[in-house]
Nanobody, 113 residues
């Protein structure tokens, strides 16, 4: 049975930081990992992705503020979010690409004063 679980979301003031983590089990070989987000009334969008070799890709809106990393042993991604803006408010989802594509249940990030 596959499990994907995010943690680390919460409420933060503009300019603040949060770190998201993802744990998973039952997936097997991992080909890529990523973080997506979905704000109310908007489509889910890619925030950042990383390959097992460490290659990264970022949405333009988060470049220079967010950093994706991975635990090479566990093949789990983390997302360090700095200088958060109100427009970063969304539910953030961990995405793991193995034999199939797997999603977590999401963690809420709210940026507000």
């Amino acid at each position: 049975q596959v499990h994907v679980v995010e943690s680390g979301g919460g409420l933060v003031q503009p300019g603040g930081s949060l770190r998201l983590s993802c744990a998973h089990s039952g997936i097997g070989v991992v080909y890529a990992m990523g973080w997506y987000r979905q704000a109310p009334g908007k489509e889910r969008e890619l925030v950042a992705s990383i390959t097992p070799a460490g290659g990264t890709n970022y949405a333009d809106s988060v470049k220079g503020r967010f950093t994706i990393s991975r635990d090479s042993a566990k093949m789990t991604p983390a997302l360090q979010m700095n200088n958060l803006l109100p427009e970063d408010t969304a539910v953030y989802y961990c995405n793991i690409r193995g034999r199939f594509e797997y999603w977590g249940q999401g963690t809420q990030v709210t940026v507000s004063s």
